[in-house]
């Protein structure tokens, strides 16, 4: 590995996101006597890690997933656990959901193995690992806003009895923007739907999916950010979603103003 291609995962490296082999190849990288900014690059990533996690609400996970924090916690040395600590929720929020999408392509790919000769069962393979492919790209999308220090990030507020949390990552100068959201799966015949409000317009910007990991992520289209949105907004609308909200927002939160 080159310290140009480390320095091209360095934000994923921070962030604990990286398969095996490709963090085993990071690590022996970052052995070798000389580097051209490696551990600069890999620094400031780190800080944006930590600076996001000291922003965001506390989101705790199941009881599965928090047994297996824990056991990681107690096998470090004290003294390097409180110094990752901080970085660590929204590492783990973000490595949840590359879990679940590592899972999914996975299994697609056992599928297209196993069920080759099946024209109808190929077909749907095809696009269970194209939907793998997708949400692996989206989850490099967002740790690459993350470790961009133009990007701004700020979360919506739940309604009263709500157990949903989101955050939206936005990049105005590039028109980037993604939306992470952490909940239960929409109502049986329901989607959350994803909302863009300036003035007096509510702008349909999408179905929110929820992962198996109980993650929702989505790109916000960036021809809705060329006008500056005065807010984000997520309702439950029926299947398929609507043209117009039809409830009251179950998130929102207000675009920070720069």
Not at 119 to 147: N, Y
Not at 186 to 202: H, N, S, T, V
Request: with cysteine; hydrophobic share 50%.
């Amino acid at each position: 590995m080159t310290c140009v291609e480390f320095k091209e995962i360095a934000a994923l490296f921070a962030a604990g996101a990286l398969d095996p082999p490709e963090r085993s190849a990071a690590e022996a990288h970052l052995g070798e006597p000389t580097h051209q900014g490696c551990f600069e690059v890999l620094r400031r990533a780190s800080e944006t890690w930590d600076a996001v996690g000291r922003s965001l609400p506390p989101l705790r996970p199941d009881a599965r997933v928090w047994q297996g924090i824990a056991a990681r916690i107690e096998a470090r040395p004290r003294a390097a656990a409180a110094r990752t600590w901080a970085g660590w929720a929204v590492a783990a929020a973000l490595a949840l959901a590359v879990v679940g999408v590592q899972g999914a392509r996975i299994r697609a790919e056992r599928r297209a193995t196993e069920l080759a000769s099946a024209s109808a069962e190929r077909d749907q393979c095809a696009r269970d690992l194209a939907q793998a492919r997708g949400e692996a790209a989206l989850q490099r999308e967002a740790l690459a806003l993350l470790a961009s220090p133009a990007t701004q990030v700020f979360s919506l507020a739940p309604r009263p009895g709500a157990t949903m949390t989101a955050r939206a990552l936005v990049n105005l100068s590039s028109r980037a923007a993604v939306l992470y959201a952490a909940g239960p799966p929409a109502p049986q015949g329901k989607d959350y739907e994803l909302w863009i409000i300036r003035g007096d317009q509510k702008l349909p910007a999408g179905l929110l999916r929820t992962q198996p990991t109980g993650a929702i992520l989505a790109r916000i289209d960036p021809a809705l950010l060329v006008e500056m949105p005065d807010a984000l907004a997520v309702t439950i609308e029926a299947a398929g979603g609507a043209p117009q909200p039809t409830t009251e927002p179950v998130l929102v939160g207000a675009f920070p103003h720069t």
